[in-house]
């Protein structure tokens, strides 16, 4: 077979995705070249629900492993692809389905809430998922006579116990990534732009010490939605440096400071353009999750989502 030339790999992915009748979602995390080649940005739950509505047969999605398979969970009958099959999560990877059923059984009754970062199979483990951005919601809708679960992140199950005022039992699971910012960077970068508006993540380590310095606890597509309408012309980000890159992008009129200088997730950048086209290409790496497991984690999915 004759390998066509193109000019560049952006050209390629173009006709790639034209052949195999794909739309290509992208993580607000990912490089900004990758973003540029998406038909979606997004937060991991936004894309999942977006790919639900496409009519394209094939999902390329550029994120990480638990978000390639929500989309299958929501959209079983596409092809879901990811470019690096490596492209995994520390935080997802510290909270297992048999940790689930073990806990349960210490806590007969207990409501399980996952966050969306988890394996499928603990979704299916779960009574409810939420997302950085309806965590509280979540927990607020539970009946009060009821113990709560929360899996597996201790930081963001922290901020919802706080903001409801619901007892919580905490997985101790962190993201090492939002480890990294601490509260030395915080009361730093504060000091040294104490005009800018602080907008930090709930995976946050330093939540524990430095929420109060805080304007805004949010999640990432509630950073992008913020900075839109806010009249502010400074932002320190905590969070992920992708995202850093993109609300630079579309706001050159305004600043972002990065907070820390070491935010940035290596299993969301193993993916490049070059593993993009090579996946489209070969239809590789397919992210399928099995029909029972993904019968139970939808439901937790759709009791959040009726949540609103
Ligand atoms: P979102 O749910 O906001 O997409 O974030 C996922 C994530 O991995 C944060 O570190
Ligand atoms: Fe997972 Fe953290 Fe990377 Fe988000 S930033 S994908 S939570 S390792």
């Known amino acids: 077979m004759v390998?066509?030339?193109f000019n560049s790999i952006q050209d390629e992915i173009s006709a790639l995705k034209k052949q195999r009748n794909a739309a290509i979602l992208a993580h607000n995390y990912q490089a900004m070249d990758i973003q540029r080649v998406a038909d979606y940005v997004g937060d991991s739950l936004y894309l999942a629900r977006i790919a639900e509505k496409l009519k394209e047969d094939v999902i390329l999605f550029s994120g990480v492993h638990f978000m390639a398979e929500t989309v299958s969970i929501l959209s079983p009958s596409?092809?879901?692809l990811m470019p690096d099959p490596d492209a995994g999560c520390?935080?997802?990877?510290m909270v297992k389905a048999e940790d689930v059923r073990k806990w349960k059984q210490e806590h007969p009754g207990g409501i399980v809430v996952c966050y969306v970062n988890t394996p499928a199979t603990v979704k299916a483990e779960s009574d409810y998922a939420c997302t950085s951005a309806n965590a509280c919601q979540v927990v607020s809708s539970i009946p009060a006579d009821?113990?709560?679960?929360?899996v597996p992140d201790f930081f963001l199950g922290l901020y919802a116990q706080r903001q409801t005022g619901r007892k919580?039992?905490?997985w101790p699971g962190f993201c090492h990534v939002h480890a990294r910012i601490n509260s030395e960077h915080i009361e730093k970068i504060k000091q040294q732009y104490p005009d800018a508006e602080l907008l930090m993540h709930p995976e946050c380590g330093c939540l524990t010490k430095s929420m109060h310095l805080a304007d805004k606890i949010l999640s990432t597509g509630g950073m992008v939605k913020h900075v839109e309408t806010s009249p502010k012309k400074e932002f320190l980000i905590a969070t992920?440096?992708?995202?850093?890159?993109?609300?630079?992008?579309?706001?050159?009129?305004?600043?972002?400071y990065p907070v820390g200088d070491k935010a940035t997730c290596e299993y969301m950048k193993m993916n490049t353009l070059e593993k993009i086209a090579r996946s489209l290409?070969?239809?590789?790496?397919?992210?399928k999750v099995p029909d029972d497991i993904a019968a139970r984690a939808r439901l937790s999915?759709?009791?959040?989502i009726a949540i609103g």
Request: glycine share 2%.
């Open 301 to 304: 999915i759709e009791r959040m």
């Open 3 to 5: 390998k066509q030339l």
């Open 78 to 80: 596409k092809t879901v």
């Open 90 to 93: 520390s935080l997802a990877s």
């Open 146 to 150: 009821k113990e709560i679960l929360f």
């Open 168 to 170: 919580l039992h905490l």
């Open 281 to 287: 290409e070969k239809m590789q790496f397919v992210v």
């Open 240 to 256: 992920e440096t992708g995202l850093v890159e993109q609300l630079a992008d579309k706001h050159p009129d305004k600043a972002f």
